[in-house]
């Protein structure tokens, strides 16, 4: 199995940036296809997208294309979400989710693994 650490949240203004992390351990990272995925309070989990094994597949979720970009580095076994011109409805605890598959799926119960979240607040 493998276990993932998110970081890199914070507090940050709107129209700012911040590039979170998810590090994993465990089994050879890259045989996992990784999402992300975010929850506010009161509200459902959503996705934010998704990134292959391979790192070269990437899908996002409508509201997010073009401002949020993931990528990976197996050398280091750590994907990477970079969030530019944040919004205040952007404020949400982000979790990271692995699968051992070639892509990774919209729907958070295709997930067998998940990271403890890192919270993301946007000041207006």
């Known amino acids: 199995q493998v276990q993932l650490v998110e970081s890199g949240g914070g507090l940050v203004q709107a129209g700012g940036s911040l590039r979170l992390s998810c590090a994993a351990s465990?089994?050879?990272?890259?045989?996992?296809?990784v999402g992300w995925f975010r929850q506010a309070p009161g509200k459902e989990r959503e996705i934010v997208g998704t990134?292959?094994?391979?790192?070269?597949?990437?899908n996002y979720a409508d509201s997010m294309k073009g401002r949020f970009t993931i990528s990976r580095d197996n050398g280091k076994n750590t994907v990477y979400l970079q969030m530019n011109s944040l919004k205040p409805e952007d404020t949400a605890v982000y979790y990271c989710?692995?699968?051992?598959?070639?892509?990774?799926?919209?729907?958070?119960?295709?997930?067998?693994?998940w990271g403890q979240g890192t919270q993301v607040t946007v000041s207006s």
């Open positions: 989710a692995a699968r051992e598959a070639v892509v990774g799926a919209m729907a958070w119960d295709e997930y067998d693994y």
């Open positions: 990134i292959s094994r391979s790192g070269v597949v990437r």
């Open positions: 465990g089994r050879t990272f890259s045989t996992y296809a």
